[in-house]
């Protein structure tokens, strides 16, 4: 990697962002393929969910890439979310809310002088309204800070797009409080936003025999002229896709 391509978002406010549910990262030679795919797709921003990592085993997310790690972890090798801050990325940290059930990380700061909060979420694999509504009420700053939010939500927001085989039009009791979070705080989802009537999937369910996209960015709206890309990778390592959201000029000209 060139000395140009390293510090191209330092140049530009370019920042990519990638979030996987990675599910285990306790093993060396995953944790390997892992670093070396998000390194392949230009990550600065990842957004880990499903590590397995204990809190005495954090340490062996940070690589000679990292920057910052925030990481919240669960008291067994299950759950565990962590985001990862790539050392060229001028972030500033000022506040952190860590889950003690592993399920999800909050960092509050500065990119580019531009007041923002990164959201890393795993839910539960449950229609569970209540641990939504509780994750929602307790981001710090909501109304002050711009909000990047990703993560592994466990559920469609649109059951006849985000599905197959479609089963029904019902939609979950959690894909309304996010929907309803969604139009309260200005947010979208930019993979949406872009595809407005595509079909594309992050995980498929061997128990269920069916595809879906239960894996998100959701953005300020004030984030969406930015937009460079916004793609699901290919289902590799994981039973999740990777998905890549690429802004550019990140600035507090966009508030």
């Known amino acids: ?42 990550a600065k921003i990842v957004f880990l969910q499903e590590t397995h990592l204990l809190t005495k085993d954090q340490f062996r997310l940070q690589k000679d890439w990292t920057g910052q ?12 979310v962590g985001i990862l801050i790539h050392r060229t990325v001028p972030f500033v940290a000022s506040e952190v809310v860590s889950d003690p059930e592993g399920r999800y990380v909050m960092v509050m700061g500065n990119l580019y002088n531009s007041k923002m909060i990164l959201i890393n979420v795993y839910a539960p694999n449950v229609d569970d309204k209540e641990f939504m509504q509780n994750l929602f009420a307790s981001i710090p700053s909501v109304n002050t800070h711009k ?17 197959t085989p479609v089963t029904g039009g019902t939609t979950s009791n959690t894909a309304k409080i996010i929907t309803q979070f969604l139009k309260d705080h200005n947010l979208s989802d930019p993979w949406r936003f872009l595809n407005p009537n595509s079909r594309t999937y992050s995980f498929y369910s061997p128990v269920h025999y069916s595809y879906s996209r239960i894996d998100y960015f959701f953005i300020d709206n004030n984030f969406l ?21 690429e802004l550019k000029s990140i600035s507090p000209s966009y508030s």
């Open 1 to 42: 990697m060139t000395l140009k391509t390293q510090n191209q978002c330092l140049h530009d406010g370019t920042v990519n962002f990638v979030s996987w549910n990675v599910k285990g990262l306790n093993h060396e030679l995953k944790r390997k393929k892992v670093c070396s795919h998000l390194t392949g797709l230009n």
């Open 69 to 80: 790690m925030f990481h919240s972890s669960f008291i067994k090798k299950t759950r565990g």
């Open 147 to 163: 909000i990047i939010m990703a993560g592994d939500f466990n559920c469609v927001l649109n059951p006849l797009l985000d599905r």
């Open 225 to 245: 002229p930015t937009i460079k890309l916004c793609k699901y990778d290919t289902i590799v390592i994981s039973d999740h896709a990777p998905l890549v959201l």
